[in-house]
């Protein structure tokens, strides 16, 4: 799955049925989802499907994994759902943090897509980080709420 399946159906049918199991758990009637790297795209495609979630914020989020394929020349990922598709995203608050230093999702991939896709209430935040450093300070930044002006 890791290989070129890792955003393939299955794998998003399993975060859904945790974040129901979850959600059903704790008595939540919305949720507000985070995802890094990889996991960004993956917050992004169960934001768009669902109607419970009120905001995703991401941390060197993914959110092309296509043009990430591109931008690297690797081999192209299979199973994975354009974010146009869902128009729910174009109006839901988004935060999108993005590392002055990374070298695996680059900020232009992240613009991108934010610009291509018409997220009104998306935000970049550029953060002195890399993909793997520089995080720490996060908690801080991720307690700020997204809105839409």
């Known amino acids: 799955m ?7 159906a299955p794998v ?14 704790h008595g939540a009637r919305s949720i507000e989802l985070i995802g890094y790297s990889g996991g960004g795209y993956i917050a992004m495609v169960i934001a768009g499907l669902r109607t419970d979630v009120t905001q995703v914020q991401t941390i060197a989020g993914n959110l092309d994994p296509a043009a990430w394929a591109q931008h ?5 990922l299979n199973g994975l759902k354009d974010l146009n598709q869902f128009p729910r995203l174009r109006l839901l608050p988004q935060v999108h943090f993005v590392g002055a230093e990374d070298k695996v999702v680059p900020q ?3 613009d991108s ?4 896709n018409g997220f009104r209430c998306a935000t970049v935040r550029r953060v002195g980080a890399s993909h793997e450093a520089g995080w720490t300070g996060m908690t ?3 307690s700020e709420t997204a809105g839409c002006s």
């Open 2 to 8: 890791w290989t070129d399946k890792r955003f393939a």
């Open 108 to 110: 232009e991939l992240v």
């Open 72 to 76: 690297h020349a690797i081999s192209p």
């Open 140 to 142: 801080r930044l991720l």
């Open 12 to 25: 998003i049918r399993s975060y859904e049925e945790a974040l129901h199991k979850l959600k059903e758990r």
């Open 113 to 116: 897509i934010v610009r291509k």
